[in-house]
């Protein structure tokens, strides 16, 4: 391998350019961007400037990128869910290793190809559970592994949604229908799944799920509700989920405060109230959230039962003020609950007085998963190095588990609850 690890980048949205990429941009003494894919020309133009890439290594397509011979160490696949086995196979066949953006697919077929794709092929592939690098979820797997809890019993943890991001990416957005992306607890919640496993240091036996579309549907439209927010809607000074109020003025998500990061640059390239607003009145972000067409669910909760004996539950939930995960891990000798947003953990051994850890603020959680971002890239180079082992980091195999929960916890949903033995799913 080179001096500097080379890299391809093949889809450049809000994964591949803002988030992975930009990270990368910061690490340019230990990688190097060689060549880039998208079919949208203006990302295109904007990652390739990005990252120094000359215009014949500026490719409109996975497919055409991956036509040429081999051009790096290794693939970033950040194209659409529907998408990642069918362009990670080719990268492999290739000779490329693989970091796979999440969810590798919502196929049990495709999921058992890339696994012998990547064993024929003796190549590499990282799927990104961000989670796991972040620090406050590492500070309880320390805590977990060193025994100061005892054996764990139970878990519980709750996937903080938030409302508004529920209607910009699972009623507005990429991932809003099933068939066409995945189910939403593999979409948005495959991270907790593989980080609940990981913690729990056992394999998943059986799931049982409920959940369902509560709100996000045409009969629960306010009276005057228009099709869109722009469109006279005599709603709009009561509703939330009203495009202007998330994309112009919120104070945290607005362009009008400044924001031209994510969500924004997901409705335009160059975030200005210009722009903005032309998004709003002519695309999808635009609708009303009554008048979409989204079959994702809003709400679900999964349970676990642990080869181990744990027991495990997840709650997914839209309807939430503030984002973020918060989790309880109790053992027989102790128990800590911590707060993803604030950043805090207690840990609190029986009979002794808790501990307070609190991490800091992360600098931009909307955009790097509480620095989570940042660790999976440098772990990845560290593997691509030979300086990490695979237990340090989210191989395809242990991604493959926390996929087989998701499939059958959406199973268990759609057949009322009825639990779902993981076991025939691993074939």
């Known amino acids: 391998m080179s001096e500097k690890t080379k890299l391809v980048i093949i889809g ?31 990302r295109l133009k904007i990652g ?36 990642h086995v069918r362009h990670a196979v080719a990268a492999l066949r290739k000779g490329y ?27 590499r592939v990282v799927v ?21 809890l005892g054996r764990i019993v139970n878990i519980q943890a709750l996937e903080n949604v938030r409302y508004w991001h ?21 979409a948005k919640c495959c991270h907790d799944l593989d980080y609940l496993i990981w913690l729990c240091g056992s394999r998943c036996e059986k799931v049982s799920s409920f959940g369902s ?46 924001n031209k990061d994510w969500p924004v640059d997901i409705l335009s390239e160059n975030p200005t109230e210009e722009t903005i607003r032309e998004a709003i009145r002519t695309g999808p972000y635009g609708r009303c959230v009554y008048a979409c067409d989204n079959d994702v669910v809003d709400n679900q ?62 600098k931009n959680d909307f955009n790097d998963h509480g620095g989570g971002d940042r660790g999976l890239i440098l772990s ?5 190095e030979g300086k990490a082992a695979d237990s340090t980091i989210t191989t395809l195999e242990t991604s493959i588990e926390s996929h087989l929960a998701a499939l059958a916890a959406e199973e268990s949903r759609l057949k009322g609850g009825m639990p779902v033995e993981i076991a025939p799913l691993r074939g």
């Open 97 to 123: 290793d693989v970091l796979m953006e999440k969810p590798v697919s919502p196929l049990l077929s495709e999921l058992q190809e890339i696994v012998r794709v990547a064993r024929e092929e003796k190549r």
């Open 380 to 384: 990845f180079l560290d593997y691509l």
């Open 301 to 362: 909760i999964v349970n676990m039962q642990m080869e181990n004996g744990a027991a495990l539950s997840l709650m997914m939930c839209a309807f939430t003020s503030i984002g973020g995960r918060t989790i309880k891990v109790m053992g027989t000798m102790g128990d800590l609950w911590g707060d993803m947003n604030r950043n805090i953990i207690r840990i609190c051994e029986f009979g002794k007085e808790p501990e307070i850890i609190d991490l800091g603020k992360p």
């Open 166 to 186: 529920q209607a910009h990416s699972f009623v507005r957005g990429n991932w809003r229908r099933s068939e066409d992306t995945s189910p939403m607890i593999l």
């Open 12 to 42: 450049l949205g809000s994964r591949g350019k803002n988030a992975y990429g930009t990270e990368l941009l910061t690490l340019q003494d230990r990688a190097e961007v060689v060549a880039v894919a998208d079919p949208n020309e203006e």
């Open 48 to 83: 390739g400037d990005e990252h120094g890439v000359p215009a014949e290594r500026r490719f409109r397509s996975a497919e055409e990128l991956l036509a040429q011979p081999k051009l790096a160490d290794a693939a970033l696949i950040c194209t659409q869910d529907r998408q």
């Open 128 to 148: 990104c559970h961000v989670l796991r690098y972040t620090p406050f979820f590492h500070l309880i797997k320390e805590t977990v592994d060193s025994g100061r």
């Open 213 to 258: 579309l509560v709100h996000f549907r045409p009969e629960n439209a306010p009276e005057g509700a228009a099709k869109r927010c722009l469109d006279g809607c005599k709603a709009k000074e009561t509703c939330p989920y009203d495009a202007e109020k998330i994309y112009i003025y919120n104070k945290d998500t607005g362009v009008l405060d400044g």
